[in-house]
């Protein structure tokens, strides 16, 4: 997962999960709501990129075995 990804990801689980906690305090449901779908948001980013560079190393896996085989 590059830097980028991580700190976008990051940055959505902690500001949700600060909203979802404003929420409970005040007793604001829509916020609390907010601060749980941003933090999903969140995870979802960082799945995305986990999947994402996942396909990155099949694809550069792949490469390898056809440079070896024309060798």
């Known amino acids: 997962?590059?830097?980028?990804?991580?700190?976008?990801?990051t940055k959505d689980k902690v500001s949700g999960k600060a909203k979802e906690v404003e929420g409970k305090v005040t007793n604001d449901k829509g916020r609390e709501a907010q601060g749980k779908a941003e933090g999903?948001?969140?995870k979802?980013?960082?799945k995305l990129a986990d999947a994402k560079d996942a396909a990155s190393e099949a694809i550069d896996d792949v490469k390898e075995k056809f440079d070896k085989e024309k060798k």
């Open 40 to 42: 999903l948001l969140g």
């Open 44 to 46: 979802a980013k960082e």
């Open 1 to 9: 997962m590059s830097l980028d990804d991580m700190i976008d990801s």
